[in-house]
């Protein structure tokens, strides 16, 4: 079982930066694959960021690449989203997920995390 406990979001200008931050629970933090989706109003969860259990792999999704950055420091248990040029579009509410079990690195694919946070709202403004 791991627990999931988002913060960092707030209000922030287009083109400011927030570090959004993930505290885990559990002592097998660091053999899960973690990742970052978002919730805009009006539509669908979407994958934002994904790092592997040692931090050596990532992914992004489009609209995030080179801009966001997720990393990882299993000493703290903590999983982070650096986010920086921000847009009005990057408002939502983010969420921290884990992976369905430990070991594995689903990436993108919402439907291989098992455990979530409560999400913590984001917001853009122009």
């Known amino acids: 079982q791991v627990q999931l406990v988002e913060s960092g979001g707030g209000l922030v200008q287009a083109g400011g930066s927030l570090r959004l931050s993930c505290a885990a629970s559990?002592?097998?933090?660091?053999?899960?694959?973690m990742g970052w989706f978002r919730q805009a109003p009006g539509k669908e969860r979407e994958f934002v960021a994904a790092?592997?259990?040692?931090?050596?792999?990532?992914d992004y999704a489009d609209s995030v690449k080179g801009r966001f950055t997720i990393s990882r420091d299993n000493a703290k248990n903590t999983v982070y989203l650096q986010m920086t040029s921000l847009k009005p579009e990057d408002t939502a509410v983010y969420y921290c997920?884990?992976?369905?079990?430990?070991?594995?690195?689903?990436?993108?694919?919402?439907?291989?995390?098992?455990?979530w946070g409560q999400g913590t709202q984001v917001t853009v403004s122009s």
């Open positions: 997920a884990a992976g369905f079990r430990s070991y594995y690195y689903a990436g993108g694919r919402e439907s291989a995390y098992a455990y």
């Open positions: 559990g002592r097998t933090f660091s053999s899960y694959g």
């Open positions: 790092i592997s259990w040692t931090g050596g792999s990532t």
